[in-house]
Nanobody
Framework: QVQLVESGGGLVQPGGSLRLSCAAS????????MGWYRQAPGKQRELVAT???????NYADSVKDRFTISRDTAKNTVYLQMNGLKPEDTAVYYC?????????WGKGTLVTVSS
């Protein structure tokens, strides 16, 4: 199993930016897809963005043009750059790693967007 550790959450004002990091305990190139999901209070967990081992990316419509997922394969780390944050982006953000017979989650990092 891969271990995932998220960091970078915090309190930010509307319109601000944050960068989340997800450090993996093994090579992320060995993982079919890594992604960020979020869960707001009282809501179901939802997809934010994913990046496949080949580098292709996918985004939820609600974050397109504001969020960018990227990776540093030398550091085995996936990032989520979040710009133009809105109060509705407030949630716990979880890192996810998937490959056959594995669906691993990190413990999450809280992002609060509020003035």
């Amino acid at each position: 199993q891969v271990q995932l550790v998220e960091s970078g959450g915090g309190l930010v004002q509307p319109g601000g930016s944050l960068r989340l990091s997800c450090a993996a305990s093994q090579s992320i190139l060995s993982i079919n897809a890594m992604g960020w999901y979020r869960q707001a209070p009282g809501k179901q967990r939802e997809l934010v963005a994913t990046i496949a081992s080949g580098g292709s990316t996918n985004y939820a419509d609600s974050v397109k043009d504001r969020f960018t997922i990227s990776r540093d394969t030398a550091k085995n780390t996936v990032y989520l750059q979040m710009n133009g944050l809105k109060p509705e982006d407030t949630a716990v953000y979880y890192c996810n790693a998937q490959r056959p017979y594995m669906n691993q989650w990190g413990k999450g990092t809280l992002v609060t967007v509020s003035s």
